[in-house]
């Protein structure tokens, strides 16, 4: 009888411990979907145009969700032809960028952000690994725009973000957040010349896919957006929450 209490302990501690597992399992196993479409706003109407070649979007938690702790991650930005590419990307905040520069001329490096400690570096021309980059702690929220004081047309925008939930996404391509905790979350959805947009979303289960908008702002028909001129203001649009 002893035995048979010993044995019916352990598969109801097993159950037990399945049952907790299988639950805790689906407390992570919520995901969101969604794609982002980019209308081009003209100055007089709307235009089809050249639209920004790339989406960044970040989820983060909209109540007490736990984020998962991640490794510092390393980005680099290159000037070639006195541009920088990639023009434009979101990170996590505690990232490091390196700026690196590919072209046989100097390029003087500046940068301009809300609250950030402002960058100014001279890059020496290419082969001189040790003057032709400068290194960049990314440990504040928002965006920092980079430009060169010598070369107008070389510019780059950075937005940080304080989650690990972050992607770099074409217009119109579906992109996932998967692992997450069941509930609220906001998603914030930026591009260049655009709005940037704050959607407040919910994580379920195979949820349906979001189809969401930005609207881009460029010149007229003869003027496509990754060619017009625009100050800051216009590359970088974010109202207050």
């Known amino acids: 009888m002893f035995g048979k209490n010993i044995k019916r302990y352990w598969t109801a501690s097993i159950c037990i411990l399945l049952l907790c597992d299988i639950w805790a399992s689906g407390l992570h196993a919520a995901e969101v ?3 982002v479409e980019i209308t081009r706003q003209g100055l007089f109407k709307t235009e089809a145009g ?4 790339a989406v960044a979007v970040a989820l983060l938690p ?6 998962p702790a991640s490794k510092r991650q390393q980005y680099r930005i290159e000037i070639s ?4 590419r990639p023009a434009f990307l979101a990170v996590q905040r505690g990232s490091l960028l390196e700026v690196v520069n590919r072209d046989d001329v100097y390029h003087q490096l500046f940068s301009v952000s809300p609250g950030e400690q ?3 570096a001279q890059l020496n021309k290419a ?5 032709n980059r400068v290194s960049v702690n990314l440990d504040r929220t928002g965006t920092t725009h980079f430009f060169c004081r010598i070369h107008k047309k070389s510019y780059a925008r950075v937005d940080v973000v304080d989650t690990p939930y972050v992607q770099m996404v074409k217009p119109g391509e ?3 957040f998967t692992g997450l905790q069941a509930g609220n979350w906001q998603l914030r959805l930026s591009a260049p010349a655009a709005e940037t947009r704050w959607i407040d979303v919910s994580a379920h289960i195979s949820p349906p896919l979001l189809a969401l908008e930005l609207i881009a702002y460029g010149g007229g028909s003869h003027a496509p957006l990754a060619h017009s001129r625009a100050d800051i203001q216009q590359l970088y649009r974010d109202p207050t929450r």
């Not at 032809?81 to 920088?84: E, Q």
């Open 127 to 131: 082969g001189n690994n040790a003057e």
């Open 118 to 120: 402002p960058v100014s």
């Open 33 to 35: 979907r969604a794609s």
């Open 174 to 176: 579906p992109f996932r």
């Open 62 to 67: 909209a109540s007490d969700q736990r984020v």
């Open 50 to 53: 050249q639209l920004p070649p």
């Open 81 to 84: 032809a006195n541009r920088m």
